[in-house]
């Protein structure tokens, strides 16, 4: 969730993860285009998280911890 607006990610191969479904929770408004790739450092994510107060999102991998620097349009 990030300010109020719920992505959904998938696995394309072993160094690609791709966000490409989001739902607007106050609006209700679904999009099925996003096509937001994330090149990743393991194989696995187990878990992303967003800071809105640094505006980094974290990938939790296979131990690792790894940061990705984000705007939002």
Same mark, same amino acid.
């Given at each position: /969730?990030?300010?109020?607006? #719920?992505?959904? +990610?998938?696995? #394309?191969?072993?160094?690609?993860?791709? !966000?490409?479904?989001?739902?607007?929770?106050? +609006?209700?408004?679904?999009?099925?285009?996003?096509? !937001?790739?994330?090149?990743? /450092?393991?194989?696995? !994510?187990?878990? #992303?998280?967003?800071?809105?107060?640094?505006? /980094?999102?974290?990938?939790?991998?296979?131990?690792?911890?790894?940061?990705?620097? +984000?705007?939002?349009?």
């Amino acid at each position: /969730m990030v300010c109020g607006v #719920l992505y959904a +990610t998938r696995f #394309l191969d072993k160094q690609t993860e791709e !966000i490409f479904y989001s739902f607007d929770t106050e +609006t209700g408004e679904e999009r099925y285009d996003l096509r !937001i790739r994330i090149q990743k /450092m393991q194989t696995n !994510i187990q878990s #992303l998280n967003y800071n809105p107060q640094d505006q /980094m999102l974290y990938a939790y991998s296979d131990a690792y911890i790894v940061s990705y620097s +984000t705007v939002f349009q």
